[in-house]
T-cell receptor
Framework: NAGVTQTPKFQVLKTGQSMTLQCAQD?????MSWYRQDPGMGLRLIHY???????DQGEVPNGYNVSRSTTEDFPLRLLSAAPSQTSVYFC?????????????FGPGTRLTVT | AQRVTQPEKLLSVFKGAPVELKCNYS??????LFWYVQYSRQRLQLLLR??SRESIKGFTADLNKGETSFHLKKPFAQEEDSAMYYC???????????????FGTGTRLQVTL
């Protein structure tokens, strides 16, 4: 199993550009989520999904869209990038929402918006 | 609202010294608490969870509901323990918000010779 994969690893955008961060998992996990990691802020939940076709907002959803058409994929879309979205983005998955389940994290995507 | 506080950004200790990484939480109930670790150039991974009452790599953490704390401890630090450590909280099942894992800001542990 590849686990949780994210592409790209690095990305530079100009203000106003759009892009999609890809996340995929091959563990048949129902639960997937996106976090952003900023210095001094820790990891903050952006959006999450408890299964295909179901998504919900996390702590910092503004400026981001998600969809979950398949169990495997959970892309994160930036419609109009802003410098405040410069961050490292992590995708995670787990078998379910139960607290006993470990969350598996991807390697991260480092995004810079100029 | 749920909140996790890690008061130290950096903790520097000598090899062989005891380690205590502090974590305090705010939640009006009985949440699930976790410690995650991120080693240099590696992805974030689970270190331990309080419900398992386990010791991983010599680390233990006790949930103190009275003090709302979940400090991570190790009696003798090793060089390979140098990493970023995050405390995290998740509401219990049945609250409708069990999906929302909240992380602290992290503490960088630096173990020196």
């Amino acid at each position: 199993n590849a686990g949780v994969t994210q592409t790209p690893k690095f990305q530079v955008l100009k203000t106003g550009q759009s892009m999609t961060l890809q996340c995929a998992q091959d563990m048949n996990h129902e639960y997937m989520s996106w976090y952003r990691q900023d210095p001094g802020m820790g990891l903050r939940l952006i959006h999450y999904s408890v299964g295909a076709g179901i998504t919900d907002q996390g702590e910092v959803p503004n400026g981001y869209n998600v969809s979950r058409s398949t169990t495997e994929d959970f892309p994160l879309r930036l419609l109009s990038a802003a410098p405040s979205q410069t961050s490292v983005y992590f995708c995670a998955s787990s078998p379910g929402q139960d607290s006993s389940y470990e969350q598996y994290f991807g390697p991260g995507t480092r995004l810079t918006v100029t | 609202a749920q909140r996790v506080t890690q008061p130290e950004k950096l903790l520097s200790v000598f090899k062989g010294a005891p380690v205590e990484l502090k974590c305090n939480y705010s939640y009006s109930g009985s949440p699930e608490l976790f410690w995650y670790v991120q080693y240099s150039r590696q992805r974030l991974q689970l270190l331990l969870r309080h419900i398992s009452r386990e010791s991983i790599k010599g680390f233990t953490a006790d949930l103190n509901k009275g003090e709302t704390s979940f400090h991570l401890k190790k009696p003798f630090a090793q060089e390979e323990d140098s990493a970023m450590y995050y405390c995290a909280l998740r509401p219990p099942e049945g609250t409708g918000t069990a999906s929302k894992l909240t992380f602290g800001t992290g503490t960088r542990l630096q173990v020196t010779l």
